[in-house]
């Protein structure tokens, strides 16, 4: 693989895919000479008397003395042990003493003073240039470590991706952060972009003492330096998951409860013991029916079963106990009762995403409609699929079809419209990058509203002019 730093323009490449989104590996330590094959690796746990070796290969992955190799210095790490969840970077040495974790920071550091001022940071729009972001990020890791990590927003977490919502800039911002060792707590992709997360150092666990040395090692679930990840609701993204919930003690009375639930409008409270302790709830059904059944019962009586599950639980596998139910109580990062989630709450999050599916597919009709009846169709595969591979009829086209068709200056004089091409053709390019989020489901935030109206006016326009 040639070396991407290399050429004329081998210091701003270099800058552009190290500090852009994308996870160091030990084949760019390798490539830049931070590490060299053959090296030796050890990996020392005083605590337990162990010390693990390993050599660097020519493809950047670490050999174990069993002739293993892994890519991940975690997965190395783990299974080099036979146990528990390591951070690799922070877990292999090199023959100076210094840490992987140390070479990469070297590494970064060298990309961000070669980084051009002026460069790019992609298709998205920033007022964070690359550099800036990894001056952030390296200061976020110091104050982890010092124990005083930062907190902000996950919106202002974005904000330093230029991005306002959740989706493909993910893993961006995952890989980031794993470059410092570095991960929020809660998930950032977890929880509602209101929500505050702190950016805190990847943990090193450790199995308990009564584990098996020599176990089959499991896969680690959170090293920092793995790239698999899914997209997709979680119950910590519905407003209401993490809002804080009003409770009531075990020993409370039937007229502490019914007061609390008329002056909130509520259904069913949450008994809790303590904010980690569930006891169960009551509901106005609950009441009644220990009512019915002894007028004199104690609370006790009309406590019923609470589902409880975490704020990262995919919120699809939540679906059959809220139509059970009607709700289920969620627990945070700390495993404290943080929030309730109730059918309604799911209805209106798929309620807003199925509007958006709807005006995005309001947009892909109208474009096509327009396109079928102003051009013939060899006019349009003649700048769509000129080897005519894959557009046989004009319901074949994509998004990025309708651009090519009206970005071309004949095909736009065509239309005849009185408007300018080129800002037609920017606001299709912004719409195209919301769609394909929505489309494939990248992201699990609504729209913000600036980005529904954007599609409204658009179809608007499409509206009057495609007549």
């Known amino acids: ?78 299974v080099a042990v036979g146990y528990g969840t390591f951070d690799g970077w922070e877990a292999w040495q090199v023959d100076d003493l210094r840490l992987l974790t140390e070479l990469r920071q070297q590494l970064l550091d060298q990309a961000a003073e070669d980084a051009d001022p002026a460069e790019a940071d992609g298709e998205r729009l920033t007022s964070v240039r690359p550099s800036e972001r990894h001056t952030r990020l390296k200061k976020a890791r110091e104050l982890a470590e010092a124990g005083r990590p930062q907190s902000l927003t996950v919106q202002e977490l974005l904000g330093w991706w230029g991005a306002t919502g959740r989706g493909l800039v993910n893993e961006l911002i995952e890989a980031e952060l794993a470059n410092h060792s570095l991960i929020t707590s809660p998930g950032f992709d977890k929880v509602p972009l209101t ?62 409860v019914i007061t609390l639930m008329a002056l909130h409008d509520f259904s069913q409270l949450p008994v809790l013991a303590g904010p980690h302790n569930l006891r169960g709830a009551v509901s106005w059904k609950s009441i009644a029916r220990a009512r019915h059944a002894d007028p004199d019962a104690p609370l006790s009586q009309a406590i019923m079963d609470a589902r409880d599950v975490r704020y990262d639980h995919d919120l699809i596998d939540v679906l059959p106990a809220l139509a059970e139910s009607d709700f289920v109580l969620v627990r945070d990062q700390h495993n404290a009762i943080a929030g309730i989630v109730t059918a309604a709450d799911v209805a209106r999050a798929y309620g807003d995403l199925a509007s958006h599916f709807l005006l995005i597919g309001e947009m892909d009709r109208r474009l096509r409609q327009i396109i079928a009846g102003a051009f013939t169709l060899p006019e349009v595969t003649g700048l769509c699929d000129p080897a005519g591979e894959r557009l046989t009829s004009f319901g074949d086209m994509t998004i990025g079809d309708y651009l090519r068709v009206m970005e071309n200056p004949e095909r736009w004089q065509q239309l005849g419209w009185p408007l300018d091409r080129k800002v037609f053709i920017g606001r299709l390019e912004e719409i195209r990058r919301i769609r394909n989020n929505v489309m494939h489901f990248n992201s699990s935030d609504p729209l913000p509203k600036a980005d529904v109206d954007k599609i409204r006016n658009l179809n608007k326009l499409l509206r009057e002019y495609g007549e």
């Open 195 to 256: 929500a505050t997360v702190e950016l805190v150092k990847a943990a090193e666990e450790e199995a308990p003492e009564d584990i098996q040395v020599g176990a089959p090692a499991p896969t680690p679930s959170s090293a920092p330096d793995e790239e698999s990840r899914e997209n997709g609701l979680t119950v910590g993204t519905l407003p209401s998951a993490l809002g804080g919930v009003v409770s009531v003690k075990p020993t409370a009375t039937f007229e502490e």
């Open 1 to 78: 693989m040639a070396d991407s730093a290399d050429g004329p323009n081998g210091r701003q490449s270099r800058a552009s895919y190290l500090l852009d989104g994308r996870r160091v590996t030990l084949a760019d330590l390798l490539r830049n000479g931070l590490l060299k094959e053959g090296e030796r690796l050890t990996f020392r746990r005083p605590r337990v008397g162990e010390t693990h070796h390993a050599t660097v290969t020519s493809k950047g992955f670490i050999r174990l003395e069993d002739g293993e190799e892994f890519r991940s210095p975690s997965k190395a790490a783990t």
